[in-house]
């Protein structure tokens, strides 16, 4: 049984993040799309998709309802917004014949960029309409298909906990479940309870059981498993939790997740795996820039303005120069 280690995040940061170079062209950065956003919830799939932006990846898209399409566009011009998906008040008045139709359109929408992403968040402000989940399950499917990895968090948490084939033995997954998204996935999986007292083995084992998913566990420490070893990152961190901070996590994750790929196929491709890598890197800036946004402003800290020190945060650990 190996123990867990507290991973040195910092180092990872260097290892992970690529030099700017004039002689990469636009894309080569990452290229993130969220599929997310709905009536409802317009703010987590812009979080997830700036954050992105903000660590360094080129081009980030959201694919998202009609009606919440136009609020994400005026939040940022810097998005690529996509209004491809559905939710079942917009086509309950057709027959289900028409509604696969309907069905068929989405997925076709989104099949034809599938291949220029790095990679997918998949969550942020879904909701949990029943036609928008069948579409995104499906959405999951065509990026397996294609060996694109992605990032469940938010609502695609609630579909994979209720369809765990959706993610089981694809190690290009990574799930980020917070405290009770967390419970759900163990009560489903593993039939028991949560285990504080062994939270690493139990996290081991879920991840395993799921076939060698990346896990990240946020808590107060987060920690990480595919199943095999289990990292930890404790370092920084800020006591405020206000909402839309795993927003920026799921973004984050997909921006490192994506270069540490890029590394693979280098001379000196490191031992943990790119979701690993990802997830440890994601994480330990976060934190730094929580820690950096509470140090200015104490109670009324928001996520906004902990995305605004995500550049600086990474800068002080890889400087751009």
Same mark, same amino acid.
């Given at each position: 049984?190996?123990?867990?280690?507290?991973?040195?995040? *910092?180092? %990872?940061?260097?290892?992970?993040?690529?030099?700017?170079?004039?002689?990469?062209?636009?894309?080569?950065?990452?290229? @993130?799309?969220?599929?997310?956003? !709905?009536?409802?919830?317009?703010?987590?799939?812009?979080?997830?998709? @700036?954050?992105?932006?903000?660590?360094?990846?080129?081009?980030?898209?959201?694919?998202?309802?009609?009606?919440?399409?136009?609020? %994400? +566009?005026?939040?940022?011009?810097?998005?690529?917004?996509?209004?491809?998906? *559905?939710?079942?008040?917009? @086509?309950?008045?057709?027959? *289900?014949?028409?509604?696969?139709?309907?069905?068929?359109?989405?997925?076709?929408?989104?099949?034809?960029?599938?291949?220029?992403?790095?990679? =997918?968040? %998949?969550?942020?402000?879904?909701?949990?309409?029943?036609?928008?989940?069948? !579409?995104?399950?499906?959405?999951?499917?065509?990026?397996?298909?294609?060996?694109?990895?992605?990032?469940?968090?938010?609502?695609?948490?609630?579909?994979?906990?209720?369809?765990?084939?959706?993610?089981?033995?694809?190690?290009?997954?990574?799930?980020?479940?917070?405290?009770?998204?967390?419970?759900?996935?163990? #009560? +489903?999986?593993?039939?028991?309870?949560?285990? *504080?007292?062994?939270?690493?083995? #139990?996290?081991?084992? $879920?991840?395993?059981?799921?076939?060698?998913?990346?896990? =990240?566990?946020?808590?107060?420490?987060?920690?990480?498993?595919?199943?095999?070893?289990?990292?930890?990152?404790?370092?920084?961190?800020?006591?405020?939790? !206000?909402?839309? #901070?795993?927003?920026?996590?799921?973004?984050?994750?997909?921006?490192?997740?994506?270069?540490?790929?890029? $590394?693979?196929?280098?001379?000196?491709?490191?031992?943990?795996?790119?979701?690993?890598?990802? !997830?440890?890197?994601? /994480?330990? =800036?976060?934190?730094?820039?929580?820690?950096?946004?509470?140090?200015?402003?104490?109670?009324?800290?928001?996520?906004?303005? %902990?995305?605004?020190?995500?550049?600086?945060?990474?800068?002080?650990?890889?400087?751009? /120069?």
């Amino acid at each position: 049984m190996s123990s867990t280690s507290e991973a040195d995040a *910092e180092s %990872i940061l260097r290892t992970v993040t690529p030099s700017l170079d004039p002689k990469r062209h636009k894309g080569q950065a990452g290229k @993130i799309a969220v599929i997310g956003g !709905c009536r409802e919830y317009t703010g987590a799939p812009y979080f997830a998709a @700036i954050s992105a932006l903000k660590i360094g990846a080129d081009l980030s898209h959201v694919f998202c309802t009609k009606d919440a399409a136009p609020v %994400i +566009k005026s939040y940022s011009p810097e998005l690529i917004v996509h209004p491809v998906l *559905e939710e079942s008040y917009s @086509i309950s008045q057709l027959s *289900e014949e028409d509604q696969r139709t309907v069905q068929d359109k989405v997925l076709g929408e989104v099949d034809k960029w599938m291949e220029r992403f790095d990679c =997918l968040v %998949i969550g942020p402000g879904l909701g949990r309409d029943p036609f928008l989940l069948e !579409c995104v399950s499906k959405i999951m499917l065509l990026a397996k298909k294609s060996n694109v990895p992605f990032v469940v968090d938010g609502d695609g948490l609630f579909l994979v906990t209720n369809s765990i084939d959706l993610v089981n033995s694809y190690p290009l997954a990574v799930l980020t479940p917070n405290v009770n998204e967390y419970k759900r996935l163990v #009560q +489903k999986v593993l039939n028991c309870e949560v285990d *504080e007292q062994n939270a690493e083995d #139990q996290l081991r084992s $879920l991840a395993k059981q799921i076939g060698g998913v990346t896990i =990240l566990r946020k808590g107060k420490s987060d920690l990480i498993s595919n199943g095999e070893t289990v990292k930890s990152v404790s370092i920084y961190g800020s006591p405020r939790r !206000c909402g839309g #901070q795993g927003d920026i996590l799921s973004g984050s994750v997909a921006v490192f997740l994506s270069w540490a790929q890029q $590394l693979r196929s280098g001379p000196e491709s490191p031992s943990e795996t790119p979701a690993i890598l990802g !997830c440890i890197a994601a /994480s330990g =800036l976060l934190r730094k820039a929580a820690s950096l946004a509470f140090t200015k402003h104490k109670r009324s800290t928001l996520t906004s303005d %902990i995305i605004e020190c995500l550049g600086k945060s990474l800068e002080d650990i890889c400087p751009a /120069s």
